[in-house]
């Protein structure tokens, strides 16, 4: 057996490797050719440090001095002490070129179809190649040449990492790149490259309960965690994702979300209409509008935030105003392309 382990760096790469039960994680990672900075490999100078961000582990001897209480109970480690017991992600204070190694990979995927879910939205699906899968973390992101083009896009994978099938959201712009090409160009067997996996967005260890807050197509990173909490049964503690999106019709994947109430323990989520029409029985406004739960408490808990930037700075003030300071808070505002 073999644990799966992602380690992310402060460039925003991430690298895997495959670590054996018990198997100190400096060695693995040296064994796939990731080469930590290290220098006594005693647990004394403190170099290899990371912290652990979900997953189990043990550590062998830590000097008092490499790292106090406090940053044991903040998950630090050593890499040279690292026992890893469960699929893991750690994450490192430093670019991935200081471990020499590019950190993403480049992968032809086939067109397996394009579903238009809403008026300007669609998902497409590609298959990667061989018997091999992608390694990503849920909640990062893939570059996606658009063929014929030298123009690349970036997409949030809407789907658990080790399928064979890719998914991603994607907002059709009346007259953008991607767009164009899967309204009239796009069929089944068309090749894609892309480079992943990308961004610091992503699902951390789950230690309290969990608020996700999508606008618009920002939902794709949702999916990815859903649909990997979902093969859990669930985090173990509440998660209620937010969706804002502009009209009724913008809204999309509401079946698959839904599921998601069956198949992820104390799931909800609330759709927010910015722009609604007399029918609609729902929450309107902003997400901000219908925060005031979170507003009245210490409650600790991990805020999500995926979408376009005037969403995510929104949120950003309404959490600076609250006064909340109990939130731990990971963001993922889009890069704004009309083309
Ligand atoms: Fe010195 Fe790990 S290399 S503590």
């Known amino acids: 057996m073999m644990y799966k382990v992602a380690l992310n760096f402060a460039d925003g790469k991430t690298l895997f490797c495959p670590v054996l039960p018990n198997e100190i994680l400096l060695d693995a990672a040296l064994k796939s050719g990731i080469k930590i900075p290290l220098d006594c ?10 912290r652990c961000e979900s997953g189990s582990y043990t550590q062998d001897y830590v000097d008092e001095e490499a790292l106090s209480e406090q940053d044991l109970a903040e998950r630090r480690i050593l890499s040279c002490q690292t026992r890893v017991q469960s699929d893991a992600s750690f994450y490192f204070d ?17 067109v ?8 300007g939205t669609a998902i497409l699906r590609t298959t990667v190649e061989g018997d091999t899968s992608l390694n990503y973390l849920p909640g990062q992101y893939a570059r996606l040449q658009i063929p014929g083009t030298e123009h690349r896009r970036s997409y949030s994978f809407a789907c658990a990492p080790g399928t064979q099938t890719l998914e991603f959201l994607v907002r059709l712009l009346p007259d953008g790149v991607m767009s164009n090409y899967l309204r009239e160009h796009c069929k089944p067997g068309d090749t894609i490259a892309m480079e992943a996996p990308l961004g610091a967005f992503y699902l951390r260890h789950i230690d309290r309960p969990i608020v996700m807050m999508a606008g618009g197509t920002g939902l794709s990173a949702f999916l990815g965690m859903l649909d990997q909490l979902a093969e859990k049964g669930g985090a173990g503690f509440p998660v209620h994702l937010y969706y804002g999106v502009r009209t009724e019709q913008d809204l999309c994947e509401l079946p698959r979300l839904a599921a998601y ?7 909800e989520f609330t759709p927010v209409l910015s722009e609604s029409d007399g029918d609609w029985q729902g929450k309107c406004g902003f997400i901000t509008d219908h925060l005031a739960l979170y507003e009245a408490t210490d409650m600790p808990f991990d805020m999500y935030i995926c979408g376009p930037p005037p969403m995510v700075e929104s949120i950003k003030q309404w959490h600076q105003k609250s006064g909340q300071t109990s939130a731990r808070i990971y963001l993922e505002k889009f890069t704004e392309s009309n083309t």
Do not use: M, P, W, Y
């Open 261 to 267: 109430t069956r198949t992820v323990e104390k799931f």
């Open 94 to 110: 430093f670019d991935s070129s200081l471990c020499n190694s590019e950190g993403t990979t480049e992968i032809i995927t086939t």
């Open 112 to 119: 397996k179809e394009v579903v238009h879910v809403s008026a």
């Open 41 to 50: 490999r005693e647990g004394v100078c403190a170099t290899c440090q990371g």
